[in-house]
């Protein structure tokens, strides 16, 4: 494969660890603070989890490593969506497991989580390992989205870890990979297999995060990405002061990507679906709010905007969730076939208008056309509709266009209203690590090892005070069942990870609610430009607006 300059010179970046790591391998100790106990639900959890509930939260420190002496076969798996950073955590994991034990083995199961179950892996050497430091991608082995949750896979598993003589297995992923984590070390433990697993937080989505965890890695890199290209998009929007540009982010459902977009480039518009919800807005709230900026900017000679469109906000819109439901019930089973075989969209329209309720009609009927077609078109495999597919910085264009159509009917000004879309989610969820998450990934996956040879298991590999440089950082472990509450999942009740959403009452919401009303009117686009990765550190080590205003100073 052939090297660019900027890859050349990545493979030379040494990442910083956090100080109590930086003495050598022999100078790190354990300090064991208090036991835990869950977020929520505690008497559920505890006797879910009876081998590996209620452990101690550790740190690390400088001291003499009392660590035992043993061979450590690890197994890595990289789970769900690509983030930035994932190869510097298997580059920290192998760095202290050959650090510590020249014998040490690192085995990479490949495709995700399935690796382990069909005994695919590669094993991790120097060479290999060189090849992937500091550049963005899972390619180093792979990723998937199988998950880890049946007794019949954790059988496997053990078999493959028994075969293999693997003594850990290091899990890097989201809140579902790591509770699976956290229950596939209790199946160990109950088992008695002796097999520790470990977790590490991932996601570009930014959802992963609690009291314990400060930010899941991808987050920095990923959101740094999309707010240069929003920025360059508000520059050029600037210059030719002809179009409004709708841009939808990556992020699921919550909408911390779309948040931190918005903190970092000050665009006109920018939906938090979690806002949405909690004001109970509709389409057409959303849309009149829209609609305001473009016409008072209009007023002011400006007929350009940017906004910004979170990848989840349609589910959050109360009127649009109870339709989609009722299109899943409409269509369900067989009922699909019998819709399909409709000849027109004449026919089809009226099937689907004698099957919803007066009110989902009425927000069906206010959707452009192609929105209405693409929602009985991609469905998911059970049949449902698939809602992150929808196209949502059209679906809001078109309908500020129709909005502004009324209004002109009304002789209100509206200007001139030429539409750009965009939808950024791919671009950046592989590029090369901002030296924040090359930092922070090597400094999980170092830290993961260590707990490993100190004999922890069902813990996540935790790295906090990230708002600080990284010699400040706090590296240790929190057992994962701490941060577990039941939730109702697919008619069951399950533990689980808690999802963290845009909180209202945060710093970053509030900042950004406190200056909104005056960037949807004036023009304070702010340009971030490209990551940089050499120059001052005021430059090249700043992490994201999110974290420093709900950790900084
Ligand atoms: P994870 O939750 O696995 O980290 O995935 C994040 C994500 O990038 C989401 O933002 C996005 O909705 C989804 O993955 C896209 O998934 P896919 O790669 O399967 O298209």
């Known amino acids: 494969m052939k090297l660019s300059p900027l890859q050349i010179e990545r493979y030379k970046y040494v990442p910083k660890l956090p100080g109590m790591l930086r003495n050598g391998i022999n100078d790190i100790c354990v300090k064991e603070g208090k036991e835990t106990s869950s977020v929520a639900d505690q008497e559920k959890i505890k006797a879910l989890f009876p081998n590996t509930y209620g452990k101690k939260e550790i740190t690390f420190e400088k001291g003499k490593n009392t660590s035992p002496a043993k061979k450590q076969v690890v197994g890595v798996i990289l789970s769900g969506g690509q983030a930035p950073g994932g190869h510097n955590v298997v580059a920290g994991l192998f760095d202290a497991l050959k650090a510590t034990n020249k014998e040490n083995i690192l085995l990479g199961f490949k495709g995700g989580p399935s690796g382990l179950l069909e005994d695919k892996f590669v094993e991790i050497t120097a060479d290999f390992m060189d090849q992937y430091r500091n550049t963005g991608g899972f390619d180093i082995i792979g990723s998937g989205r199988t998950k880890l949750e049946t007794e019949e896979q954790f059988n496997v598993a053990a078999e493959v870890c028994k075969k293999h003589g693997i003594t850990a297995i290091v899990i890097i992923g989201g809140d579902d990979s790591n509770t699976n984590?956290?229950?596939?070390?209790?199946?160990?433990?109950?088992?008695?297999?002796?097999v520790q697993v470990i977790g590490c937080p991932k996601t570009i989505d930014g959802d992963l995060k609690n009291e314990d965890i400060d930010c899941s890695f991808g987050f920095d890199t990923a959101t740094k990405t999309y707010s240069e290209l929003i920025g360059n998009i508000e520059r050029d929007a600037n210059s030719a002061k002809k179009y409004w540009h709708f841009i939808k982010v990556m992020g699921r459902s919550a909408s911390h990507v779309a948040l931190e977009c918005a903190l970092e480039t000050q665009p006109n518009i920018c939906l938090i679906g979690e806002e949405v919800a909690a004001k109970k807005m509709s389409l057409q709230d959303i849309t009149k709010q829209i609609a305001d900026s473009v016409c008072y900017r209009a007023s002011k000679g400006n007929n350009f905007g940017v906004a910004i469109i979170p990848e989840g906000i349609v589910e959050f819109v109360p009127e649009f969730k109870v339709l989609i439901a009722e299109i899943n019930?409409?269509?369900?089973?067989?009922?699909?076939?019998?819709?399909?075989?409709?000849?027109?969209?004449?026919?089809?329209?009226?099937?689907?208008?004698?099957?919803?309720?007066?009110?989902?009609?009425?927000?069906?009927?206010?959707?452009?056309?192609?929105?209405q077609q693409q929602l009985f078109l991609e469905r998911d495999p059970h049949g449902n509709v698939q809602v992150s597919l929808i196209e949502s910085e059209k679906l809001f264009s078109e309908l500020v266009a129709n909005e502004l159509k009324n209004r002109k009917k009304t002789g209100e000004f509206v200007g001139k209203f030429g539409r750009q879309h965009h939808f950024f989610g791919y671009e950046g969820r592989c590029a090369f690590p901002s030296n924040f998450d090359a930092d922070y990934c090597y400094s999980l996956g170092y830290?993961?090892?260590?707990?490993?040879?100190?004999?922890?298991?069902?813990?996540?590999?935790?790295?906090?005070?990230?708002?600080?440089?990284?010699?400040?950082?706090?590296?240790?472990?929190?057992?994962?069942?701490?941060?577990?509450?039941?939730?109702?999942?697919?008619?069951?009740d399950k533990p689980v990870i808690r999802k963290a959403l845009v909180e209202l009452d945060g710093k970053p919401f509030k900042y950004f609610a406190a200056h909104r009303d005056e960037w949807s009117k004036e023009t304070c686009f702010v340009f971030p430009g490209a990551i940089q990765y050499y120059g001052p550190k005021e430059v090249c080590d700043i992490t994201?607006?999110?974290?420093?205003?709900?950790?900084?100073e």
């Not at 927000?363 to 929105?371: G, N, Q, R, S, T």
């Not at 994201?544 to 900084?552: A, F, S, Y």
Request: hydrophobic share 45%; proline share 4%.
């Open 181 to 194: 984590a956290a229950v596939l070390a209790e199946f160990f433990a109950a088992h008695k297999t002796g």
């Open 329 to 371: 019930e409409l269509l369900a089973g067989s009922k699909t076939e019998a819709f399909n075989a409709l000849p027109s969209w004449k026919e089809k329209y009226a099937f689907i208008e004698k099957g919803l309720s007066k009110e989902s009609m009425k927000v069906f009927a206010f959707l452009p056309e192609a929105i």
């Open 447 to 492: 830290n993961a090892f260590m707990l490993i040879q100190y004999g922890y298991t069902g813990y996540l590999s935790k790295v906090s005070n990230l708002a600080a440089p990284a010699e400040q950082w706090v590296a240790g472990g929190m057992p994962i069942t701490k941060m577990m509450n039941i939730e109702r999942r697919n008619g069951e």
């Open 544 to 552: 994201t607006r999110t974290l420093v205003l709900e950790k900084g």
